[in-house]
């Protein structure tokens, strides 16, 4: 069955530009009716969509971090990435990627492990 | 933009028990586009239930959701003690085009 696995650097320093990537393993992320979402979770707190991608490169972000996010994909390597420019303390979180499912009416049915990025203030 | 808010902010009940988990929504949602998740500690979120009403693969069918509009309901039949754990709403659709209610923290009592 499909898999996502983050990857990435666990420690970025403030107003640098954090970057991870998500790896689908499993299945293809060219597949149709999918798309490939990053969420955030800060620390004891609730869930925030960062944005998403499908595999023709077609992207949508949250308005609240437009301006600092870029999503891209590189369907060869079977991977998705999310890029954060100007990070602050504030961006302390648990990243997460997901799949976000046609068939489900959009709901995220595969989530990664996610992994935890600490910006120090 | 559409908030979502869920309540009880902590649900305290106990294996067998019946629950009850509301999300209410700023302006209407389409049916179709509202979803349930379980996370629990140190885990990355669960879908359960998505288009307000329909279970995910695998969801025991102790679980099941319902509602429309502005109101919407998670309902456990009776409580197994896995099933203790936080619970989020989510929409699609509406500009930030994804969102999550804050959470129901479900605790034993």
């Known amino acids: 069955q499909v898999q996502l696995q983050e990857s990435g650097p666990g420690l970025v320093k403030p107003s640098q530009t954090l970057s991870l990537t998500c790896t689908v393993s499993?299945?293809?992320?060219?597949?149709?009716?999918?798309?490939w979402s990053w969420i955030r979770q800060h620390p004891e707190k609730g869930l925030e969509w960062i944005g998403y991608?499908?595999?023709?490169?077609?992207?949508y972000y949250n308005p609240s971090l437009k301006s600092r996010v870029t999503i891209s994909v590189d369907t060869s390597k079977n991977q998705f990435s999310l890029k954060l420019s100007s990070v602050t303390a504030a961006d302390t979180a648990v990243y997460y990627c997901?799949?976000?499912?046609?068939?489900?009416?959009?709901?995220?049915?595969?989530w990664g492990q996610g992994t935890m990025v600490t910006v120090p203030s | 933009e559409i908030v979502l808010t869920q309540s009880p902010g902590t649900l305290s009940l106990s294996p067998g028990e019946r629950a009850t988990l509301s999300c209410r929504a700023s302006?209407?949602?389409?049916?179709?586009?509202l979803a349930w998740y379980q996370q629990k500690p140190g885990q990355a979120p669960r879908l359960l239930i998505y288009g307000a009403s329909s279970r995910a693969t695998g969801i025991p069918d102790r679980f099941s959701g319902s509602g429309s509009g502005t109101d919407f309901t998670l309902t456990i039949s009776r409580l197994e003690p896995e099933d203790f754990a936080v619970y989020y709403c989510?929409?699609?659709?509406?500009?930030?085009?994804?969102?999550f209610g804050q959470g129901t923290k479900l605790e034993i009592k």
């Open positions: 991608i499908y595999y023709s490169g077609s992207t």
């Open positions: 989510q929409q699609y659709e509406s500009s930030p085009l994804y969102s």
């Open positions: 302006q209407s949602v389409s049916s179709s586009y």
């Open positions: 499993g299945g293809s992320i060219s597949s149709g009716g999918c798309s």
């Open positions: 997901a799949r976000g499912s046609a068939m489900l009416k959009d709901a995220f049915d595969i």
